[in-house]
T-cell receptor, first 116, second 113 residues
Framework: GAVVSQHPSRVICKSGTSVKIECRSL??????MFWYRQFPKKSLMLMAT?????????EQGVEKDKFLINHASLTLSTLTVTSAHPEDSSFYIC????????????FGDGTRLSIL | GESVGLHLPTLSVQEGDNSIINCAYS??????FIWYKQESGKGPQFIID?????DKRQGQRVTVLLNKTVKHLSLQIAATQPGDSAVYFC????????????FGAGTILRVKS
């Protein structure tokens, strides 16, 4: 149980393109999902918390107009990297947890974004 | 042995030996801790968790120890196998933080056959 699916797994595109990444909880409902960014050989850095039916909350230093988050249903959150540039190249990972206290977050397999 | 510096700390162990991966956490208010395993090109995989009202929890081949006095967490892997080679992260959170996770720096585990 508690499977999180992320799509696509890899994106290569030109500078200026907007890229949408999907995160789905396959066998549970998630009112909250999280989006992370990970640089090579580094830890995960939380970017934002995606809240179903309301606005996402962003961590300090993360541009909300650059990283648009939509959480329209209890099983789907999307992250759109708008007008992507080479410095946005990274590994983006989402997570979700089942409802209830002290439920572990389960992660998708990440999206490798490469901007040329 | 372990190496620190610009790179992630690395723990090299012989297949069949026990591994101990350590983590120092920062927030005394944290009340829930999780260990994750991350293989190359994949997302973190849940291994085991522990709440702050416990000091030890065992799973299949893994044990997590929590020492709140010194804010230290460890993951013990028994009879380490080549498939255990990965990066291991500890993560902490507390309810008032909205269950957001704060990840440790990570430790590379290399299993030698």
């Amino acid at each position: 149980g508690a499977v999180v699916s992320q799509h696509p797994s890899r994106v290569i595109c030109k500078s200026g393109t907007s890229v949408k990444i999907e995160c789905r909880s396959l066998d549970f409902q998630a009112t909250t999902m999280f989006w992370y960014r990970q640089f090579p050989k580094k830890s995960l850095m939380l970017m934002a918390t995606s809240n179903e039916g309301s606005k996402a909350t962003y961590e300090q230093g993360v541009e909300k107009d650059k990283f648009l988050i939509n959480h329209a249903s209890l099983t789907l959150s999307t992250l759109t990297v708008t007008s992507a540039h080479p410095e946005d190249s990274s590994f983006y990972i989402c997570s979700a947890s089942e409802q209830g206290d002290n439920q572990p977050q389960h992660f998708g397999d990440g999206t490798r974004l490469s901007i040329l | 042995g372990e190496s620190v510096g610009l790179h992630l700390p690395t723990l090299s162990v012989q297949e069949g030996d026990n591994s101990i991966i350590n983590c120092a956490y920062s927030n005394s208010a944290s009340d829930y801790f999780i260990w994750y395993k991350q293989e190359s090109g994949k997302g973190p995989q849940f291994i085991i968790d522990i709440r702050s009202n416990m000091d030890k929890r065992q799973g299949q081949r893994v044990t997590v120890l929590l020492n709140k006095t010194v804010k230290h967490l460890s993951l013990q892997i028994a009879a380490t196998q080549p498939g255990d080679s990965a990066v291991y992260f500890c993560a902490e959170t507390y309810m008032e933080y909205g269950n957001k996770l704060v990840f440790g720096a990570g430790t590379i585990l290399r299993v030698k056959s």
